[in-house]
């Protein structure tokens, strides 16, 4: 079989950006008059800005062939907990920090419990957060949602800034920004330094990393302590987008950022991936939702479809897997 190494290094470095641009096309030509719309397309970016910043946090756990399922309850809890400092009356800045921080105190909890507990798999750990933290979540505000936040935190939900050309409400919304600056920080952050680099050599062989000297404990508690950064960050995004913070929010949420990593180019056995695999991923998902929607396609097919381009993926990881054994 023909075989080119410099397209075969392109498509697997860009390929996921063709598909994007590919999926775009398609859509558009199914309804244009919908799809192009500024409105609509700004409605994208602004819905997927929590899913993106969920994401990118489980990207780093995926990396090290981990998975973080308490990212859902996380970011619910979070957006419980700044709601309650809101109406209490904090000061904006210290509600706009409730959110990561207790996103990041799971984290710790996640990434303690795994390596002190010596826990065969983080499924374990994250399974058991997941349905902790979210009654945590649920016995806080018995329930029920708590609404009428302050300005600063809509306005990091539903602030745009205008192009001129693009006025509110079609922009640049303020969530994409904070997804930027993220993404740029998480990608320097992997790409240019040590820890960084020990985070991908865990996920290509753990052993290996500890015998060249590799702090593995600490680098992965610091991993899923990011990961709840990350679900915290998008807890606060949501509770400004919906001017509240409610405990069922974010369900299944860790599935959808799970599909992001994966169709992104990410791997389920670790050491592989990029940041802008990731987003593509998040794109293509969002993508996806609002072809099928606003070709106005059921919401029970949505989810078969959904599901079947997840398994797509995930069999595409293990195809690739083997090449790359077989080179």
């Not at 290094?9 to 063709?18: A, H, N, Q, R, T």
């Not at 306005?155 to 740029?184: E, K, M, R």
Request: hydrophobic share 55%; charged share 10%.
């Amino acid at each position: 079989m023909f075989y080119n190494p410099k397209l075969s290094k392109f498509l697997e470095s860009y390929g996921i950006v063709l598909v994007v641009i590919v999926m775009m096309v398609v859509i558009a030509l199914s309804r244009p008059e919908v799809f192009l719309t500024p409105q609509n397309l700004t409605n994208i970016l602004k819905q997927n800005a929590t899913l993106a910043l969920v994401a990118l946090g489980m990207f780093v756990v995926i990396v090290t062939a981990g998975i973080d399922l308490s990212v859902g309850s996380t970011m619910a809890l979070s957006m419980v907990t700044l709601a309650l400092a809101s109406r209490a009356g904090l000061p904006w800045p210290l509600v706009l920090m409730v959110g990561p921080l207790v996103g990041i105190a799971v984290g710790v909890v996640n990434g303690v419990g795994l390596t002190w507990l010596k826990l065969p798999h983080p499924f374990i750990m994250t399974l058991g957060t997941l349905n902790a933290v979210r009654g945590v979540a649920y016995l806080v505000t018995n329930g029920a949602p708590i609404s009428g936040l302050q300005d600063e935190v809509r306005y990091l939900g539903q602030a745009y800034y205008d192009l001129g050309f693009l006025a509110p409400p079609a922009g640049i919304p303020a969530s994409l920004i904070v997804v930027a600056v993220c993404a740029v920080g998480l990608w320097f952050f992997l790409e240019k330094t040590s820890t960084g680099r020990h985070i991908y050599a865990i996920g290509g062989n753990p052993q290996a990393a500890r015998v060249s000297g590799v702090n593995v404990d600490k680098v992965l508690v610091l991993v899923y302590v990011i990961s709840g950064f990350m679900a915290g960050l998008g807890g606060l995004l949501l509770a400004g987008r919906t001017d509240s913070g409610f405990p069922n929010a974010g369900l299944m949420l860790e599935l959808d950022a799970i599909a992001a990593v994966i169709i992104g180019g990410a791997s389920f056995f670790g050491g592989r991936g990029t940041v802008l695999g990731v987003l593509a991923g998040v794109l293509i998902m969002g993508l996806l939702r609002n072809g099928l929607n606003i070709n106005n396609v059921s919401s029970f097919w949505q989810m078969v479809l959904i599901g079947v381009v997840i398994i797509f993926a995930v069999w595409i990881d293990v195809i690739r897997r083997r090449a790359s054994v077989r080179r």
